[in-house]
């Protein structure tokens, strides 16, 4: 169990490597100066988070399996390592579309305490409205949006051995997600020719 919620972190950004994964992220959210975090929660822990854009990281990009947007935020660490870091994964959402009434995914960690909490599934939360801003240079093969969301949920997330539960009764964010082009595939090797014997 120890084990399972030290790698859980990396393992739900699976897919999208940079700051949030390994832990060498620059100050702040996005360059902008205009990211932010608010969350109700309520059960195991009360909490009313409201982070600015300089005292949380924030990262996201498409679900490995394209079903839409991870989308995570990670709160101001304490001394005593202690942090907290919310990931959202938004169904259907599609890169640079808006959308409204999107199944989400939530899972809360609270680092340095050994606890997590998962919705486990998609029909928990909703995110009400999405909407995305191009930011960054366009064109290319690496795109930048800042993802502005608001949503709620309507069933608690709860612990591995679902022996805690709290209820996130309501959220709104904004942070980036980044799309990268596929690389092309390289060419096929010309045929060897036949020799003759």
């Known amino acids: 169990m120890r084990r399972l919620l030290l790698l859980l972190p990396l393992s739900v950004l699976a897919g999208a490597p940079g700051a949030l994964a390994t832990g060498a992220a620059p100050r702040g959210c996005l360059a902008s100066g205009n990211g932010y975090l608010h ?51 938004v169904e259907a959402a599609r890169e640079g579309r808006a959308g409204r ?13 050994e606890r997590l909490f998962a919705t486990r599934g998609d029909d928990h939360c909703t995110v009400d409205e999405l909407r995305q801003e191009r930011v960054g240079a366009l064109g290319g093969p690496v795109r930048s949006w800042r993802i502005v969301a608001r949503g709620f949920c309507i069933a608690p997330a709860s612990t591995l051995d679902s022996g805690a539960r709290i209820l996130v009764s309501s959220f709104d964010f904004a942070g980036s997600a980044v799309f990268e082009d596929e690389p092309p595939a390289p060419p096929a090797p010309p045929p060897r020719p036949h020799s003759k014997l």
Not at 42 to 67: I, T
Not at 101 to 113: D, K
Request: with cysteine; charged share 30%.
């Open 39 to 89: 969350a109700r929660i309520r059960g195991a822990r009360n909490l009313d988070v409201a982070w600015r854009n300089e005292e949380m990281q924030c990262e996201g990009g498409p679900r490995p399996d394209g079903s839409g947007l991870r989308l995570a935020f990670a709160g101001p660490q304490h001394a005593d390592g202690r942090r907290l870091r919310l990931v959202f994964g």
């Open 101 to 113: 009434e999107l199944p989400t995914n939530l899972t809360v960690i609270f680092e340095g305490e």
